[in-house]
């Protein structure tokens, strides 16, 4: 079973607007979340991670995520979206403490136009 | 500071074939993971070296196998390549069990 979903293959927005990258997990307990970037070509590059206390993370870039323990969702937000945010997200999941692999999602391409 | 390090940047091998990828973590990590990226999708975790040893594996078979050395480098073997094992392998590094940072990978093609 998947422990990570990205409902969105691509996400389109226009310089300036908010931008959302959905994700969902599936794991019991309190896991470990995060989000990383990847560019072409490039190897992936952390933003934020949730590990515990408040449920709005922020993180590099001006990016933020909120948590939300009841619907399993762990959203990544930008209030305003730039020509360079354009690139691959994922989310991952780590499932305990004691559970050091890193589940990712299939990410989410998003292109910012100008 | 140099991040996480790897070598080489491409690879293609054949068939059969044996090969050995590199990581240098970034300064002050102790441990090293290896994650398999196939074209489209997310990257698949193969296992994760602490202190020496194979701390945690992933659902990989037994033709991947690792190393890592007491600078904490670390190696990534893969013996009998199959046309599937053509991926980006990245190698990620973390201190304890914080969050891990990721190299720019190694693609392999295997032809």
């Known amino acids: 079973a998947q422990s990570v979903a990205q409902p969105e293959d691509q996400v389109n927005v226009a310089e300036g607007n908010p931008l959302t990258v959905k994700c969902t997990y599936s794991?019991?307990?309190?896991?470990?979340l995060f989000w990383y970037v990847q560019y072409p070509n490039r190897g992936l590059q952390f933003l934020l991670k949730?590990?515990?206390?408040?449920?709005l993370v922020k993180g590099s870039y001006g990016f933020e995520a909120e948590f939300n323990k009841s619907q399993t969702s762990f959203h990544l937000k930008k209030p305003s979206a730039l020509v360079s945010d354009s690139a691959l997200y994922f989310c991952?999941?780590?499932?305990?403490?004691?559970?050091?692999?890193?589940?990712f999602g299939a990410g989410t391409t998003v292109t910012v136009r100008a | 500071d140099a991040g996480v390090t790897q070598s080489p940047t491409h690879l293609i091998k054949t068939r059969g074939q044996q090969v050995t990828l590199r990581c240098s973590p970034k300064?002050?990590?102790?441990?090293v993971s290896w994650y398999q990226q196939a074209l489209g999708q997310g990257p698949q975790f193969i296992f994760q070296?602490?202190?020496?040893?194979?701390?945690q594996r992933g659902n990989f078979p037994d033709r991947f196998s690792g190393h890592q050395f007491p600078n904490y480098s670390s190696e990534l073997n893969v013996n009998a390549l199959l046309l599937g094992d053509s991926a980006l392998y990245l190698c990620?590094?973390?201190?304890?069990?914080?969050?891990?940072?990721f190299g720019p990978g190694t693609r392999l093609t295997v032809l």
């Open positions: 300064s002050g990590h102790d441990t």
């Open positions: 794991v019991s307990g309190n896991p470990y």
């Open positions: 949730y590990i515990t206390g408040d449920n």
């Open positions: 991952a999941v780590r499932p305990t403490s004691n559970d050091y692999k890193l589940s």
């Open positions: 990620a590094s973390g201190f304890r069990d914080r969050e891990q940072f």
């Open positions: 070296y602490y202190e020496e040893e194979e701390r």
